[in-house]
């Protein structure tokens, strides 16, 4: 993997060319402070002052009284200067135009990646936003976004630098009616489509089965009517999510290998796809049993109460018996 073909998948360097097939965003760049906002761990976790007074969590109570446990008192030895919170005001402007722009919704994007770690932090438990107070949140919870801010380069083989020079964060439309089965990962080899995986592999959707050639088809002619021919790269991979009247819009760009996730391939296998013919290989989570591992809540693991008589603890009970029930069925080995 080259430096070049990471850039290439920066949101602002193929959105401008597939902005027709791609869901409606906005980019802005981001200034420096707000990076080095982002990067500090050195203090407490300090959200930026809202010149809108828009705050991330609108719906707390303040309690004056459990406040006061975190003051240090006058002479008790403690005592340090308070920290002022940063403000960004020309950004936080541009980003709350951006937002009524898109219909007052939006999930928030890196270069690279989104913040989907901390989507669990958020008062929906989804990377939806509506002001900027709720992005600067979902952004400095999130650990995956280090990959953009200090590792995107730590693959290339001819590595110079260790991030990019500029820093952009794009604002993409949220979309309520978003099916997530119908969002696919396509991995291309050589300039050729190798492989196609459902993109969310902890659930099983029947209708994927039902739908699967067509599926392939529209996907293949997206692949070799646009996206072949206008990104450079010789390896990568894209996501498409395919809507209801069978239109396909691209959705990211990743590179191949690294820090990819091949879904319901392997790397290995998806190296040798060249090889082994001219077929398309289009990989689906065909029944209950073939489900990736995977909990989706949300939250991290650690934060879950699995002790006796809690309710995951049921809930982790039950499915573990509806997976045995599953796998001693007839059916589990058709």
């Known amino acids: 993997m080259k430096e070049e073909d990471v850039n290439r998948c920066q949101i602002q360097e193929w959105y401008p060319r597939f902005k ?41 109570i303040h309690n004056p009284e459990e406040e006061e446990d975190y003051q240090v008192s006058e002479g008790s030895g403690d005592e340090a200067e308070p920290l002022s919170p940063p403000s960004f005001p020309e950004l936080e402007l541009k980003i709350k135009e951006s937002i009524e722009t898109l219909g007052g919704a939006i999930f928030p994007k890196l270069n690279w990646s989104a913040p989907k770690d901390s989507a669990w932090i958020s008062t929906s438990g989804t990377l939806r936003c509506n002001t900027f107070s709720e992005i600067a949140l979902l952004l400095r919870s999130s650990d995956s976004l280090i990959h953009d801010l200090c590792h995107a380069y730590d693959s290339c083989s001819d590595k110079t630098m260790s991030r990019p020079p500029n820093f952009f964060l794009a604002l993409r439309k949220w979309y309520p009616s978003f099916q997530p089965e119908m969002e696919f990962r396509c991995f291309v080899r050589g300039q050729k489509l190798v492989g196609i995986s459902q993109r969310e592999v902890t659930t099983f959707y029947p209708v994927l089965c039902e739908k699967k050639n067509d599926l392939e088809v529209l996907i293949e002619e997206f692949f070799n009517g646009i996206v072949r021919l206008k990104f450079e790269s010789n390896d990568y991979t894209f996501d498409v999510y395919v809507t209801q009247d069978e239109r396909v819009k691209v959705l990211d760009f990743n ?67 509806e997976l045995q029930r599953q796998t001693k069925s007839p059916e589990a080995g058709a």
Do not use: M
């Not at 402070?33 to 991330?56: C, K, R, T, W």
């Open 20 to 60: 027709l097939v791609s869901t409606r965003t906005f980019i802005h760049e981001l200034p420096e402070s707000f990076v080095q906002y982002l990067l500090d761990d050195s203090g407490p976790f300090l959200l930026p002052v809202s010149i809108s007074n828009e705050d991330a969590f609108p719906n707390r």
């Open 255 to 321: 590179p191949w290998g690294a820090f990819t996730l091949p879904l319901l391939f392997t790397w290995e296998e998806l190296e040798q796809k060249p090889r082994e013919g001219d077929d398309l290989d289009f990989r689906i989570v065909e029944s209950r049993c073939a489900v990736q591992p995977g909990l989706k809540t949300a939250v991290p693991y650690d934060y879950l109460d699995v002790s006796a008589g809690s309710g995951w603890d049921q809930f982790l009970r039950n499915a573990g018996e």
